[in-house]
């Protein structure tokens, strides 16, 4: 992409409104635009880094052989009665009326309207195992909607729900989806901490959040230090086998790590003193075994091998797509802009040309432009007639993860310069061996 050609509009201000470090950047590199308290318009740039954070989280569902669909955004009061939840739901939950004066609601979660599809076509235990999860948009009248896409009203959200026959077969279903957010959350760059945490309104003994360390987290958290050592790293892992996905649950929740909802402050006391830490954290997804409690009251059942027709058991699981932009920018950023992990990078590389309009520069743009397309990498070229200074300070606040420099001084001597966005370190070299470093 020609930045030139590009949208990209950046503020130069620091924007008033934003009392966070992920919302200002966000605001400032041109990503997001509130369009009305807590809904907000994604911006090319920002739309891109939706988009691979919802690439990273598919794939890593589908390995697990959960199966992606989509459910729609508005649903029909009616399945919400049945479960009764459209009393308990209270005002966080935006309620519609259709022109036939039928109520309808903006999805805040989605357990009614796949357990419906569920009890319509499945029926017997011979079809189950079976996960079905959808990424779409949620609709929560939050009291506060703040901090940007952090705390939004629309919001996009990964929600998966699995239905087996037994508590046991549930409960690996959950260790499945605890893998499979390690995995999503690391690739992202981030170390989300599963915790223990309060089953709430939907109930149930089984459920963790996945929780970001980070001052402006809304959650206060109590773990022990040890947990932050915990690597998912690259192993493999049999998904179908039981004992491996209950020994990566045991070694990530042993130790003592929980919520405010939870915390028991004689349980962490026999955590030795100097390993006891409290801090804020992001929640930035949670998983849930919760029974029987929809498919009962929503009649979803199926024929086990005796015969006899009994509720399936039920989870659901959901991943905080868009609020992981604000999660990834508060874990990784500094005084001059974002740094994107390489993981959900926008573009993989900044192209800088000092002196646009200078045949030999321009020439050696393109040639960096094309070999580095060649390789399947996308570059953002700024090739407007602009000071060097400003298109550095761009480049650092969008956070690029490389940035090649190149000017008719360079050229002469037959290098670039590359410089690495985290660690600010620049190296002359030759073009070609600035593109295998990339590469
Ligand atoms: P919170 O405690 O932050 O209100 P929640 O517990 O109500 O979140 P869940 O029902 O567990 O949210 O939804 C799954 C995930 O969706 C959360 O872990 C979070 O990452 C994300 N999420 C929830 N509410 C919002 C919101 N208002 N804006 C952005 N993301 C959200
Ligand atoms: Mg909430
Ligand atoms: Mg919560
Ligand atoms: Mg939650």
């Excluded at 519609?96 to 357990?111: F, S, V």
């Excluded at 974002?338 to 040639?367: M, Y």
């Amino acid at each position: 992409m020609r930045l030139s050609r590009y949208f990209l509009p950046v503020l130069k201000e620091n924007p008033a409104e934003a009392q966070i470090v992920s919302h200002r950047l966000m605001l400032r590199a041109g990503m997001i635009k509130q369009s009305s308290a807590g809904i907000y318009s994604w911006l090319p740039l920002g739309y891109k880094v939706l988009k691979n954070i919802e690439k990273i989280v598919h794939e890593e569902q589908v390995k697990a052989g959960h199966i992606p669909m989509l459910m729609p955004t508005l649903q029909s009061a009616d399945l919400w009665r049945e479960s009764g939840r459209y009393d308990d739901y209270g005002q966080e939950m935006l309620r519609i009326k259709d022109r036939h004066d039928r109520d309808m609601l903006y999805g805040p979660t989605n357990e009614e309207l796949i357990t419906d599809i569920f009890r319509s076509h499945v029926n017997s235990y011979k079809d189950l195992p079976l996960t079905l999860y959808h990424i779409q948009w949620k609709f929560r009248d939050e009291v506060r909607p703040r901090f940007g896409v952090m705390r939004g009203r629309e919001f996009l959200m990964k929600d998966g729900y699995n239905f087996d026959l037994t508590k046991e077969d549930a409960l690996h279903a959950y260790n499945r989806h605890l893998v499979t957010y390690l995995r999503t959350y690391e690739r992202m760059g981030l170390q989300a901490i599963p915790m223990r945490a309060d089953g709430g309104p939907i109930g149930g003994d089984y459920t963790h959040e996945f929780l970001v360390l980070a001052e402006t987290g809304e959650s206060e958290v109590f773990y022990d230090s040890e947990i932050t050592d915990l690597k998912f790293g690259s192993r493999d892992i049999d998904f179908d086998s039981v004992e491996e996905c209950q020994a990566v649950l045991e070694e990530f929740t042993s130790r003592y790590a929980r919520t405010d909802e939870t915390h028991d402050e004689a349980v962490f006391n026999e955590v030795p003193e100097e390993r006891r830490r409290t801090a804020r954290g992001i929640e930035v997804g949670q998983i849930f075994y919760f029974g029987t409690k929809y498919s009962e009251a929503m009649n979803a059942t199926v024929v086990d091998n005796e015969g006899n027709k009994v509720p399936v058991h039920m989870g659901s699981h959901g991943i905080g797509v868009s609020r992981l932009l604000g999660a990834i920018i508060e874990a990784s950023h500094d005084e001059n802009g974002i740094i994107w992990p390489e993981g959900v990078t926008p573009f993989h590389c900044g192209i800088v040309n000092l002196k646009q309009g200078d045949a030999e520069a321009d020439a050696a743009c393109d040639a960096l432009y094309k070999s580095l397309t060649a390789l399947g990498l996308e570059p953002l070229y700024d090739d407007r007639n602009e000071r060097a200074g400003g298109k550095f300070a761009t480049m650092d606040l969008i956070g690029l993860p490389w940035r090649i420099t190149v000017g008719p001084r360079g050229l002469k001597n037959g290098v670039v310069e590359l410089t690495s966005r985290r660690t600010g370190e620049s190296e002359e070299l030759p073009p070609e061996q600035a593109v295998e470093k990339i590469a």
